[in-house]
C-alpha cells in the first residue's frame, strides 16, 4: 500500500467538523473515496470543504481541530487503496 498526504490548499484554520456538536466527518482508520468531505478550512469567514483526492483508509490526522495552517502544511495521511 502507498501512502498519500493531504495538505492545506491555502492558509487557514482547520475543522474536523462543521460544528461544535457535530460528529466528525472522518474518523481515523474510516474508508474515504475520491469526493468525501474530510475537513474544513476557514479563511476570513469562508468555509472551504477538504475533500478526499483517492480511495484508501484515512490512518491519521497530523493537524488537529481548530488548528491553524499554512499552505502545504500536511493535514492527514491516506493509505490509498491500489
Known sequence: MTTQQIQAPFPGVFYRQASPDDPVYV?????????????????MKQ????????????KSFTAENESVLEAGDVIATLEVSE
Not at 34 to 39: A, K, N, W
Not at 47 to 58: I, N, R
Request: aromatic letters at 4%; glycine letters at 14%; hydrophobic letters at 45%.
Open 27 to 43: 474518523k481515523e482508520g474510516q474508508q474515504v473515496n475520491p469526493g468525501d468531505v474530510i475537513g474544513l478550512i476557514e479563511v
Open 47 to 58: 468555509f472551504v470543504e477538504l475533500k478526499a483526492e483517492a480511495a484508501g483508509t484515512l
